[in-house]
């Protein structure tokens, strides 16, 4: 079956350092992949999208990658603060959003 | 800045019961979304709508639920007999001109059946 899978353990790393997340799919081909933010008892909130022909996309200091050679997204948070804590959500699409279960990620000072 | 709103935000529930979700999607958005996520698991797609009709659907939403736009603004999911394992959030979003692209969530919906 179709799968997104995210590193479940947690990742913890100092404040002004850089976090690098990793989402892998399995069985299909996206079009394109998401990354999303979730609090606790929230909804996710959308960052960003890359689509199957672009290699890279920036926002700020969020960083994506999609290798479809490695069938792999990577999300980078540059300076990373005690605020980006949160779980991030990989998902990607065929005819709906597929979601990974998330990994959480703690900054701290 | 627009947003997907829901209510109520928590629901309480006898199993066998039906309840009604109600979603109000961010205004221009054709798309329209829900999804569940059971405590500590992932999210998972539902339904999607557009058009005033489903067009895709996973294995959970069986013939126990279904989803409505009565109105220009309301986007509701009615689970007709809840069991115990319909226990989750529900999560309402809607996107814009293509499917699947970015979608915006709501704050979500926690559902208790007892």
């Known amino acids: 079956s179709q799968k997104i899978e995210q590193n479940s353990e947690a990742l913890n790393i100092q404040e002004g350092k850089t976090a690098t997340l990793t989402c892998n799919y399995t069985?299909?081909?996206?079009?394109?992949l998401q990354w999303y933010r979730q609090d606790p008892g929230r909804g996710p909130v959308f960052l960003l999208l890359?689509?199957?022909?672009?290699k890279e996309k920036r926002k700020e200091r969020l960083k994506v990658t999609f290798d479809t050679t490695l069938k792999q997204s990577l999300f980078h948070i540059t300076a990373s603060q005690p605020a980006d804590s949160a779980t991030y959500l990989c998902a990607g699409n065929t005819d709906k959003l597929i979601f990974g279960t998330g990994t959480r990620l703690q900054v701290f000072p | 800045e627009p947003e997907v709103t829901q209510t109520p935000s928590h629901q309480v529930t006898q199993m066998g019961q039906e309840v009604i979700l109600r979603c109000v999607p961010i205004?221009?958005?054709?798309?329209f979304y829900w999804y569940r996520q059971i405590l500590g698991q992932k999210v998972e797609f539902l339904v999607s709508?557009?058009?005033?009709?489903?067009?895709?659907k996973s294995e959970i939403f069986d013939d126990q639920f279904s989803v409505e736009r009565p109105d220009g603004s309301n986007f509701t999911l009615k689970i007709r007999s809840t069991k115990l394992e319909d226990s989750a959030m529900y999560f309402c979003?809607?996107?814009?001109?293509?499917?699947?692209?970015?979608?915006?969530f709501g704050p979500g919906t926690r559902l208790t059946v007892l």
């Open positions: 890359i689509r199957e022909n672009e």
């Open positions: 205004s221009n958005h054709l798309y």
């Open positions: 709508f557009y058009n005033n009709e489903i067009s895709e």
């Open positions: 069985n299909y081909s996206p079009a394109y």
């Open positions: 979003a809607s996107g814009g001109i293509r499917g699947n692209n970015e979608q915006f």
